[in-house]
């Protein structure tokens, strides 16, 4: 936390993937459109190989990032030890993500993710051991996961404004001087994992905070 070059390249990759959502480069009309800041149903704007031409984006606004926004904190909590991620859903085009039909699929301490027009989003220790290390993560975003009115993507050409909705994590109270494996999972019908791909519906990191 006392070493600032220790988390300055992490704070720049932030600083410089989030400038492409800046509210001054989505206010033509003709390219973006409001979407709402709850959750809604998938945006249809017709079938991939219609002759609408270019298609509109949805607006994201940074300040539904919360502290993780970096408009208020240029560091993304990182100085204070309460680092920021943010997470994406690779891009697909014409995919429509499906959110959970039942909680069973789902794992008992995630469960309360679950809700209309969203996919959820969930994080955890990775190995037993860490239990109760991680402390509290916060979610920040519309649902807290990636709505469904930002989908179907339509592809380079037809989008090219397209911006991917963003969830960002907060871990607000991570054990010090320990290193720690997080795991985190989207969930959804057509959701899959693969034991030969880390990254398929999920990912993982490892993170350490020193005092």
């Known amino acids: 936390m006392k070493e600032m070059e220790t988390y300055l390249p992490y704070v720049k990759v932030m600083r410089d993937f989030l400038s492409q959502y800046d509210d001054e480069k989505q206010t033509d009309n003709m390219q973006f459109e409001d979407c709402g800041d709850q959750p809604g149903d998938y945006k249809n704007r017709g079938d991939l190989e219609s002759d609408m031409g270019v298609r509109k984006a949805c607006r994201f606004s940074k300040t539904l990032l919360g502290p993780c926004s970096g408009l208020e904190d240029p560091d993304y909590g990182f100085k204070q030890g309460k680092p920021c991620l943010i ?57 807290e996961g990636f709505p469904l009115q930002y989908y179907p993507y339509y592809g380079k050409r037809l989008h090219p404004h397209y911006l991917q909705p963003l969830v960002a994590l907060q871990f607000t109270n991570l054990t010090v001087n320990t290193e720690l494996r997080i795991e985190c999972k989207v969930f959804g019908e057509n959701i899959y994992y693969n034991e030969k791909d880390r990254y398929q519906g999920r990912f993982d990191i490892k993170i350490q905070v020193n005092s």
Do not use: W
């Open 87 to 143: 997470v994406k859903l690779n891009r697909i085009v014409n995919f429509r993500p499906k959110p959970p039909y039942s909680n069973d699929s789902i794992p008992e301490e995630a469960q309360h993710k679950v809700q209309a027009h969203v996919i959820p989003l969930y994080c955890t220790n990775k190995k037993e051991e860490d239990a109760g290390k991680i402390g509290e993560i916060k979610y920040y975003g519309i649902g």
